[in-house]
């Protein structure tokens, strides 16, 4: 039924398009639709749409998306005062994030012989394995202001423990899942040599990760 409503509002949306009025507002704001449907089957039909965005070519719902993290530093700023200005963690994620798209581009350059790979595909499909990540830190800035440490521990602290421990698994289950995919349908590379990508990048970014952690980043 969601998703529903979301293509009825998309079909409005392009008529308004269509007819050239305010072209810029309403293209921003189907994308906007585009995104949250697409959050929606990513749950519901992962692989589908997951393939359905590599053949994207529209690089607004990437802008969408970024967007979405901009303002998470800065509302989750207002909970818990980051050491660094909110403005320095966005740049950071987008310098990760290029970072990321330019070892697999790379990787999967040199393992696929057969054809070119293309980096837009890239781009777009890495950028919605973000959505597990957002929706994680979100969930744990509001946890903090709703539930600010320290916690007691009694029976509720611990369910409350386990809920959140089991939250955590299925939201990175999810992301191995969107990553692998995004992986698949734009690099078109064998199963183990995904495999292989992602265990290689996990022992570049395991490491970096601990040293910005020791940084307080």
Known sequence: LVISCLDISLSILSVFYNMDFKQRIFEVLAALIIVVRRF???????YKTMRRICNETDMMQVYIIFTSIFVYFHAANRFREYEYEPIILFLMTVVHFVITVLFFFMMSGFLQKKQPVEIK??????AYTLLPTIIWFSTSSILYALLPPPRNINLLGMAFSMLYISFSIT????KIILLYLALRFSTQLAFYRIIYMIML???LAIPYSLVLYAFDY
């Open 121 to 126: 595909p890239l781009v777009s499909t890495l």
């Open 171 to 174: 939201l990175l289950i999810w």
């Open 40 to 46: 929606l089957l990513l749950i519901l039909v992962p």
């Open 201 to 203: 990048y996990l022992l």
